[in-house]
């Protein structure tokens, strides 16, 4: 059997608060089913002959499968073989991270993730070194970069069927890693933040005066969230060595006050201290005795003083499909060229 | 004493706690009481969903209007009608809310801004158009709040009133009560739009979906699409994923529900507990504070009921006395 590509679609993302106090926008079921159908079709152009995908039930599998459904009636083959996993559903991001353990466990090629910041966090703690390729689905996805899923899925199954070499094919990535006293760690993909807020709640970041101390991996100017705050300070590559920390203040009292995206359509004041390049492998503590931890812009933990608290820049953590590096590949050696592939069968 | 790092002080923290104790001792009660026969009519229980009204309504006041379900106990405590009334009334009782004559699926207090409960899926929903109507018209900051379940969703009336709440730029708020039963049909099969946050999105309302069993969620989330509504902001629609503890009435086998899912989720879904032990740890209320609002809810339960089963019924010559209004 050829290389199996796993699919996480999650139901759930773009669904909190900041469609209300930002413009966020609010993915409709049917439009992410309709990307799923567009990455399948992909994938099968590729000559990925099998896909599996993480069940849930917030409606994507039943418009995925009539999609499906309705070619193969026309007498279409444009898709390929797709099974759910076996697996319960809670309809909370645990869903997503034992999906991708499940994928890790069954040795798929790749997994492609649709999702935001909080889904891809999820993938990326239980997926090991299998890549993953990333669609934005969510709010302010920092992590996953915007592009036509087509296209995703296109260098996804190019990269899985190992038509790509392997050091074009996939990045590697740093990540960071929070650990507060003896609680299991946590990682963030793009951003660690911390705040004065002592509880979860509706869990995005906004109200700008919480904020006190923020680590990235990347500070991308064109991003938008927390991370765009240390990119239009300082950018720093997502290739790069090394990551960021800021020092925040309540705009009224900070050195420097910079205008910030943190979230669709809000652009705020925000006060900055200090801030300082973040090399890897060194534990940074945080100065903030008692708040919550925003693991890629959602608040995931509260800590109050009595435990230490540190966060660390691991560099080459996990991979993903280089999207850009795969396509320009393919058509220097013409990859997708009729006959040159599998693609002419799987498209004729 | 550590300081209290919640968005509530403690005496808001007490309320939300009493009003959330209070509504689950009040339908524990009732599940005890319906099955000795002495109750007329039907009950449906709000026991594991107290979060969801109680993050709502410690953001409205007598000024804020709602329009509650057929599972409208908990709406009305939360929103302060009178325990006392509330009991006689399921009792049937002349001396309860509507004198005996609504029962438990029309319980109404319109002094509270509890507009009823209502035996008609999804009815509420243009009810607080209504009222939202009438605020914006006073200036008087009110908002309403209508609640309905995953299934009363594909009610017509339901998106109608979406329609008319974004077309007039109303303040009111859509909360779905989303425990993941239409009575005993799951929400996988009955529901074509897979989330009611796509409902919203089509008429371009935003929609959120929160975790239902974390009262802190559904605060936070709701306080901000209030405020807004107050302000003119608009309408916004707000989905509270949670658990029901008992059947879709008093008497349902639950035969649709998986093998252990309640003993599951009273274990590890209890908006009460959850609550309580994250604002025990964090040291802002006590153990014993906690326990002596128990034993105060317990004999206010307790006291409701012995007054219900031994208040008059209605005579026969009320038969029609409020029930018609003369305009």
Partial sequence: MGPIVGVIANPVSARDIRRVVANAASLQIADRANIVLRVLAALAACGIEHVVMMPEHGGIRGHVMRGIERSRNQGETRFPHLTHLDMPVTGTAEDSARAARLMHRAGVAAIVVLGGDGTHRAVVKECGRVPIAGISTGTNNAFPEHREPTITGLAAGLAATGRVPAKVAFASNKRLDVVVGERPAEIALVDVAFVTDSYIGARALWRTETFRELFVTFADPEVIGMAAIAGLIEPVGRREAGGMMVSLAPAATARTVLNAPIAPGLVVPVGIDDWRRMPAGIPFHPHLAAGSVALDGEREIFFDGREPVSVTLTADAFRTVNVPAVMQFAATHGLLRAGASLLATALA | ?327
């Fill in chain 2, 1 to 327: 004493m550590s300081t209290n790092p919640f968005p509530l002080d403690k005496a808001d923290l007490m309320k939300a706690y009493r009003t959330m104790r209070t509504i689950r001792e009040f339908e524990e009660r009732l599940h005890v009481e319906f099955a000795k026969g002495d109750i007329p009519g039907f009950v449906h229980l709000y026991a594991g969903e107290e979060a969801c009204a109680t993050g709502i309504m410690m953001h409205l006041t007598d000024v804020d209007r709602i329009a509650s379900t057929h599972r409208g106990h908990g709406h009305c405590i939360a929103k302060g009608v009178d325990v006392h009334e509330m009991m006689a009334e399921i009792y049937g009782k002349a001396t309860g809310a509507c004198r005996g004559k609504g029962g438990s699926m029309h319980i109404a207090d319109l002094a509270k801004g509890m507009m009823g409960a209502n035996g008609i899926l999804g009815a509420g929903a243009p009810l607080v158009c209504g009222a939202g109507l009438a605020a914006k018209f006073r200036g008087d900051g009110g908002v309403g709040v209508t609640f309905f379940g995953d299934g009363a969703s594909n009610q017509g009336m339901v998106l109608e009133s979406m329609n008319l709440a974004a077309v007039w730029n109303l303040p009111v708020i859509f909360v779905v009560e989303n425990n993941g039963y239409a009575e005993s049909t799951s929400v996988d099969y009955a529901t074509a739009v897979d989330s009611y946050v796509d409902r919203a999105s089509g008429f371009g309302l935003p929609g959120v979906t929160v975790d239902g069993t974390d009262f802190f969620a559904v605060y936070e989330a709701a306080g901000e699409m209030i405020r807004r509504a107050r302000e003119g902001g608009g309408p916004a629609l707000l989905e509270c994923k949670m658990v029901r503890f008992f059947g879709h009435f008093e008497g349902d086998a639950q035969t649709y529900k998986a093998k252990g899912e309640n003993d599951y989720n009273r274990e590890h879904r209890d908006c009460l507990k959850i609550f309580a032990a994250r604002v025990r740890e964090a040291g802002v209320v006590t153990a014993e504070e906690f326990a002596a609002i128990d034993r105060e809810v317990g004999a206010l339960i307790e006291d409701a009921v012995a007054s219900a089963k031994a208040a008059p019924l209605p005579t026969a010559r009320e038969l029609t006395t409020d029930v018609y209004v003369a305009y």
